[in-house]
Nanobody, 127 residues
Framework: QPQLVESGGGLVQPGGSLRLSCGAS????????IAWFRQAPGKEREGVSC????????GYADSVTGRFTISRDNAKNTVYLQMNSLKPEDTAVYYC????????????????????WGKGTLVTVSS
C-alpha cells in the first residue's frame, strides 16, 4: 500500500528556516515524481514544488522561487523541502504527493490530481 509521511513542520519566526521531509513506502520510489502542496486556512490547495523521477528536474511556484529548494534521496526514499526566508503567508499545512512525471513538468508549480498523498504537516510562520 503506497504511503507518504511528512515531517519537519512547526512554528518558526519570519525570516527563519525549516526543512520538511517526505518519507515514502509501498511503491517504487525512483519511478515517481514527488511534489509538495500546501493549503492555508480558508484557501484552496496549491502546488509549491516538485521533482521528477527521470532527470531530477524541479519546478517551483513563483511565490517560493529563490526561497525553497526541493531535493530527493532515492537511497532513503525521501524528498526534502528546504524552506528559507519564511514569511507569514507561508503558513499552511504542507502535503507531499507522488505520481508520474507528467505532474512535474519542470517549470512552475506541480499539477493537481496526483495519485498518492500524505496527511500533511503544519508550518506556522509567526512572531
Amino acid at each position: 500500500q503506497p504511503q507518504l509521511v511528512e515531517s519537519g513542520g512547526g512554528l518558526v519566526q519570519p525570516g527563519g528556516s525549516l526543512r520538511l521531509s517526505c518519507g515514502a513506502s509501498g511503491f517504487t520510489f525512483v519511478k515517481y515524481a514527488i511534489a509538495w502542496f500546501r493549503q492555508a486556512p480558508g484557501k484552496e490547495r496549491e502546488g509549491v514544488s516538485c521533482i521528477s523521477s527521470s532527470d531530477g528536474r524541479t519546478g517551483y511556484a513563483d511565490s517560493v522561487t529563490g526561497r525553497f529548494t526541493i531535493s530527493r534521496d532515492n537511497a532513503k526514499n525521501t524528498v526534502y523541502l528546504q524552506m528559507n526566508s519564511l514569511k507569514p503567508e507561508d503558513t499552511a499545512v504542507y502535503y507531499c504527493a507522488a505520481d508520474t512525471d507528467y505532474y512535474c513538468p519542470g517549470y512552475g508549480r506541480p499539477l493537481l490530481g496526483m495519485a498518492y498523498w500524505g496527511k500533511g504537516t503544519l508550518v506556522t510562520v509567526s512572531s
